[in-house]
């Protein structure tokens, strides 16, 4: 299993936000939102591991800025840390009013994804190698993320999150 880097799981998804997709006050409604970024996170799962994947969770999603009707949201995905079956991708969600020619930041959220063998079991993931500080800084993070994730979903206890440990631990 070849190792990659996150530049090899990068997606760009773009979308044009629809009278549909809106709701009473003309803005993207958050759950149209998060489908999309759904997506655009597991496509850069599947590159990564060359198979199908599934949503293990999604963190805390904070919308910024709203996307408003007519405008044109893009989205920016990519791998942070592989572990064993899991990926934690990071996702970046951008609006842009063309009229004005103006682009600004919506939110970011990261989403873990497992890959599955072809009888639907989690199957081991390759490597990812972060190349630029800006990668090494999110692949390190990944770690701590990862243990909080355990922690809150009731698989890991507070004892075992090295990482974590001084924020639960007296």
Known sequence: ???KNPKDTFVVMSELVLPNDTNTLGN???GRLMHWMDIAAAIAGQKHCGCPVVTASVDNVSFTSPIKLGNLLTIEAKLTRSFNTSMEVFIRVWGEDLSAQYKYLSNEAYLTFVALDPNGR???VPELIPETDEEVKMYDGALRRRQLRLILGGKMK???AGELRALFIK
């Open 122 to 124: 989690p199957r081991k």
């Open 158 to 160: 507070a004892e075992d």
């Open 1 to 3: 299993m070849k190792a």
């Open 28 to 30: 993207l409604m958050g």
